[in-house]
């Protein structure tokens, strides 16, 4: 096991004040979708940060840590929440945006650019250690796949609510 740090300091508090915060910003913004809705779009960040966590920073991979060590901490949980804001925030303005066909494409560039920032203060802070030669660069597609997943999600979401 590999030990990075042993404090409660910037990386702790980077997840704990993002939670914080974008849930406070989901509560006062506007309601756009229904409870149901709501959850499904918030959980689907949650599973989207586990899924690749869980696939490319575990062994046969490994190729980084979340936070003070390489194994899972309760901090690591939290963590992942974190991702359900960004997701839920990121269906509200497609939403609220009307963003369709060829505007779709710039939104995703967009917040895929957002998300490689948020994983380089990450870094910066603590919240990720790359490992095996990992370069933030690789997270880009990620991103991209990810989030047109979500709008693909987004859409069947909606397709059913209409029938």
Not at 67 to 77: A, K, L, M, V
Not at 126 to 137: A, E, I
Request: no cysteine.
């Amino acid at each position: 096991m590999k030990v990075y740090d042993t404090a409660f300091n910037e990386n702790e508090w980077f997840v704990v004040i993002s939670i914080i915060v974008m849930n406070a910003a989901i509560w006062f913004a506007p309601k756009a979708f229904s409870k149901l809705e709501a959850i499904g779009y918030y959980i689907f960040g949650i599973y989207i940060g586990l899924f690749y966590d869980h696939t490319i920073s575990i062994k046969p991979w490994d190729y980084y840590d979340v936070n003070d060590t390489s194994s899972y901490q309760f901090i690591d949980f939290l963590s992942y929440i974190m991702y359900g804001p960004y997701s839920y925030f990121f269906i509200y303005f497609y939403q609220k945006w009307n963003i369709r066909r060829m505007k779709i494409i710039p939104y995703i560039l967009v917040w895929s650019a957002l998300s490689l920032l948020m994983e380089w203060i990450g870094l910066k802070v603590g919240l990720f250690h790359f490992d095996k030669g990992y370069n933030m660069h690789w997270s880009f597609p990620i991103y991209l796949f990810s989030q047109s997943l979500m709008i693909i999600f987004y859409n069947l979401s909606v397709k059913q609510r209409g029938s």
